[in-house]
């Protein structure tokens, strides 16, 4: 059976989702948008830079902003220049996303640009979703089955996207 | 493949002595598709399909995997594109 993504000449790769795929998607896209969202800073120069910045007491937010450093202080002074523009991209690939399903193409068509901001933010929706749930912890309630159906569709989704542009990986020169 | 720091340098330790390496560790997790972290070391660090497998194939069973050493500089680079990807990962400087 044919899966939602079939990889087509030059890399271009076309993605098959009904109407209600792609407003299920582009809602879920939306709000983890919106989460991530970067904060206003007081900036003249552009820097980019926080006067403080730790790790998100959210699981969610922790998750997809990590500490680099196993020491807390090394951490926390590492994220004070990284965080915001870690936090710009992440939330820029949830963004294309939204935008890639708003169109009247089908099937939609991605280029390799948006099929990486897809396979990004597609990840990042697992995580999320993921962390809610409470994977990998053994406290965790069993979640509700219309979250588990969630959460299945979008790995197998994002399987069939890094199968589609492996099979293309697979043929680059090395 | 397409800058993910910003274009200045973070905070640098200069001590004088000769600096050991620096490493980037990825560390395992229960959400991650193997088949994804696969495909990120194959596009990050242009490993080949081989290598990236055995790098994912570490990081699944022994829970963390060094998958690249180097400068201070480029292994927070390295660990800022892995945390873009979702995977997570630190660097720490060899003993």
Partial sequence: MAGPFQLIADGAIELRLDVDERHLLSTLATGLAGMLEPPTLQDPLGLGILADAGLSPDPVIARLLPDAYADADDAREFRRFTEHALRTRKHDHLRAVVAMLHTEADPLLLDADAAQALLAGLNDLRLAIGTRMGIGDDDASEPLGPVIALYDWLTWLQDALVTAISDDADTLPM | ?95
Avoid: C, K
């Avoid at chain 2, 400068?71 to 660990?79: L, T």
């Fill in chain 2, 1 to 95: 493949m397409t800058e993910t720091l910003l274009g200045f340098d973070a905070a640098v330790d200069t001590s004088s002595e000769v600096a050991r390496p620096w490493r980037t560790v990825v560390w395992d997790d229960p959400i991650n598709l193997m088949s994804y972290v696969t495909l990120v070391f194959m596009t990050y660090f242009a490993m080949s399909r081989e290598v990236a497998e055995e790098h994912m194939l570490r990081v699944h069973h022994e829970g963390r995997a060094v998958v690249s050493s180097g400068g201070r500089e480029q292994m927070e680079r390295d660990v800022i594109a892995m945390h873009e990807y979702g995977l997570h990962a630190t660097l720490e400087q060899e003993d």
